[in-house]
């Protein structure tokens, strides 16, 4: 069943994280386990009262790790005032755990 192994890979993570790892991670892996991705680090960084550039360090540190992955897309913002409609392109990051590669990862180790 698909959602049984999503709960293995999902426990198998955070027990890693626990076992392995310091109580900064261990948040920023339950937080990704949570809620699935992340696009917005400042905004994580106030939630869990963490500094904006902590939060990117540790993150960087997963990614090496090969326990989280990174998505970059081109997102198109229209804003609109009284006369013109106006575009422009933002490049959002998402962060998350992309659990084939992670549970592949720690098999590995």
């Known amino acids: 069943h698909m959602s ?7 426990a198998l993570i955070a027990t890693v994280a626990r076992a ?3 109580d900064g ?3 920023v892996i339950d937080f990704l386990l949570r809620e699935k991705y ?8 106030q939630c869990l009262s963490l500094s904006t550039k902590w939060l990117r360090k540790t993150l960087e540190f997963l990614r090496k790790e090969h326990l989280v992955s ?5 997102m198109e913002i229209e804003t609109k005032d009284s006369k013109r409609t106006y575009r422009r392109k933002k490049k959002a990051k998402f962060w998350y755990i992309d659990y ?3 549970v592949h990862t720690i098999r590995l180790r």
Do not use: P, S
Request: net charge negative; aromatic share 6%; proline share 0%.
């Open 20 to 22: 392995f790892y310091d």
């Open 38 to 45: 992340l696009r917005d680090v400042k905004g994580m960084g």
């Open 25 to 27: 991670v261990i948040i």
């Open 70 to 74: 990174l998505e970059e897309c081109e």
């Open 100 to 102: 084939h590669r992670a």
């Open 4 to 10: 049984d192994q999503t709960a293995l890979a999902e």
